[in-house]
């Protein structure tokens, strides 16, 4: 799952063909890694270099220094009103807010303007997702019925699409275009079912004082959206309260994050007519007093031109976008890849042939590898064939299963659950077992079918009535 295009989405970088003068020895030394972080699969091995950092320290002589760390305390507050935690949970709770604050901003902008904004195209990504949210849950519990793992189902459910685009990416122009819009399509469909589940059976109690602290600050926040307030740092202070109300409650704070995410605002004030009108009229008026050249200090009239330009190309984008393109290189470079380092780390010294028949192990394995495709691809199918959605234009059947195959790969969703179903630490380590596991078997085998699928045509395939 994943807000779909998380480790995807390229950074800003500089364009040095764009500066009229040489480039500053320190533009010259960040170029390289400005390139990597442009690169669209950047971030997949960013985060995959941090699982294995986390998994080689784990297994490491100071495997004892990682686990002190992460259960080392840290209070942040003023006397009664403070909130002490773990690393770790400092981690889950706080630092992975950012990340699904991301992804209610993806889901909204998608609901307003893309592959979910009209019924007909987001019939066919919602049957799949909702199968590929029961079948994985169903074989999980089938495994699990009546055992000590039984919660622990909706970490069979949870998807990291981002990697599973990863893949995708890494085939490039053989993959259709289509393709990879409905994988993307399904994951903010995923992303919606997987927050759902955490709010509703992953939180034990709840105060309703705090819980309709949060609420009224939410109103507030949707209040400052209607009457246009488009400053981040209003929206940050809101945003702020809200979580640390809804993590009083009892409610997961990743709700509140996306809860906040909804309440951005999502239009612009300049439509672009007049965005032209007014820069072309500005342009003008630089000219007219001088063009900066050299790389000398603007004169007074100069500097205020370039401020107009500025403010108006400002109103033309909406804060939504604007949050979302700032945020994204923070959540794929820096959060995901620290949740990575913080729950990815599995000891690998105790019984393993104990932990892999584990109902919980098996469970998992079954549910994301199997689960997935049969639920993904099944009514994805059904769905067609009742005539409510159509299959993407050039994507075959076969290329449809093969994607179903990757959804299994489950890894930093499935770990962020798993941590909420799971309280003995054995029973975690045992769930990260199953799921690495799944997630290697799911990226190998989607990847081989997604690579042979590809390499014939999809006319002959594109029958709904042929699976």
């Known amino acids: 799952m994943l807000g779909s295009r998380l480790i995807l989405m390229p950074t800003e970088s500089t364009d040095h063909s764009l500066l009229s003068r040489r480039p500053a020895p320190i533009e010259r030394w960040v170029r390289p890694f400005e390139l990597f972080a442009h690169n669209k699969v950047a971030g997949a091995f960013v985060l995959m270099g941090a699982t294995v950092l986390a998994l080689v320290w784990a297994n490491s002589p100071w495997a004892d220094v990682y686990a002190s760390i992460l259960q080392s305390h840290a209070r942040v507050g003023i006397g009664s009103f403070a909130i002490d935690k773990p690393i770790l949970l400092w981690i889950n709770d706080g630092l992975?807010?950012?990340?699904?604050?991301?992804?209610?901003?993806?889901?909204?902008?998608?609901?307003?303007?893309?592959?979910?904004?009209?019924?007909?195209?987001?019939?066919?990504?919602?049957?799949?997702?909702?199968?590929?949210?029961?079948?994985?849950?169903?074989?999980?519990?089938?495994?699990?019925?009546?055992?000590?793992?039984?919660?622990?189902?909706?970490?069979?459910?949870?998807?990291?699409?981002?990697?599973a685009l990863g893949v995708l990416l890494l085939l490039g122009s053989r993959v259709p275009t289509p393709l990879k819009v409905f994988l993307t399509a399904l994951a903010i469909v995923d992303d919606i079912c997987a927050i759902l589940v955490i709010a509703v059976f992953y939180t034990d109690s709840i105060s309703l004082g705090s819980l309709a602290i949060g609420t009224v600050l939410i109103g507030v926040s949707s209040l400052a959206n209607f009457v246009g307030v488009r400053n981040s740092l209003v929206y940050f202070i809101l945003g702020t309260l809200v979580w640390v109300a809804f993590l009083k409650s009892g409610i997961h704070a990743t709700l509140a994050a996306v809860l906040m995410a909804m309440t951005i605002p999502a239009r612009t004030r300049v439509d672009g007519e007049l965005l032209v009108t007014r820069t072309e009229a500005l342009m003008k008026e630089l000219k007219q007093s001088g063009l900066p050249s050299g790389g000398r200090l603007l004169t007074t009239q100069q500097q205020h031109t370039l401020h107009n330009v500025e403010r108006i190309v400002g109103h033309a984008t909406a804060p939504l976008q604007e949050l979302e393109h700032t945020l994204m290189p923070v959540v794929t470079f820096f959060v995901m890849p620290v949740f990575?380092?913080?729950?990815?780390?599995?000891?690998?010294?105790?019984?393993?042939?104990?932990?892999?028949?584990?109902?919980?192990?098996?469970?998992?394995?079954?549910?994301?590898?199997?689960?997935?495709?049969?639920?993904?691809?099944?009514?994805?199918?059904?769905?067609?064939?009742?005539?409510?959605?159509?299959?993407?234009?050039?994507?075959?059947?076969?290329?449809?299963?093969?994607?179903?195959?990757?959804?299994?790969?489950?890894?930093?969703?499935?770990?962020?659950?798993?941590?909420?179903?799971?309280?003995?630490?054995?029973?975690?380590?045992?769930?990260?077992?199953?799921?690495?596991?799944?997630?290697?078997?799911?990226?190998?085998?989607?990847?081989?079918?997604?690579?042979?699928?590809?390499?014939?045509?999809?006319?002959?395939?594109?029958?709904?009535?042929?699976?």
């Open 340 to 467: 990575a380092l913080a729950n990815a780390g599995l000891s690998l010294g105790g019984d393993m042939a104990s932990a892999l028949f584990d109902p919980i192990c098996l469970g998992i394995i079954a549910g994301l590898f199997i689960g997935k495709q049969a639920g993904i691809f099944g009514c994805a199918f059904i769905a067609v064939r009742l005539g409510i959605a159509d299959l993407p234009s050039g994507v075959s059947w076969r290329q449809v299963h093969a994607v179903s195959v990757l959804a299994g790969i489950g890894f930093t969703m499935a770990l962020f659950v798993a941590s909420l179903a799971f309280a003995d630490p054995a029973q975690q380590e045992i769930a990260k077992i199953g799921i690495l596991l799944a997630s290697l078997l799911s990226a190998m085998v989607g990847g081989t079918l997604l690579s042979a699928s590809s390499r014939r045509s999809p006319t002959s395939e594109s029958s709904p009535t042929q699976p």
């Open 96 to 163: 992975m807010a950012f990340f699904f604050f991301v992804v209610g901003l993806e889901i909204k902008r998608e609901v307003l303007a893309g592959e979910l904004s009209s019924l007909r195209k987001a019939t066919l990504p919602i049957a799949a997702a909702i199968g590929g949210i029961v079948a994985p849950a169903a074989v999980y519990l089938a495994v699990n019925q009546g055992g000590a793992g039984a919660r622990g189902w909706g970490v069979a459910m949870a998807t990291d699409i981002a990697f």
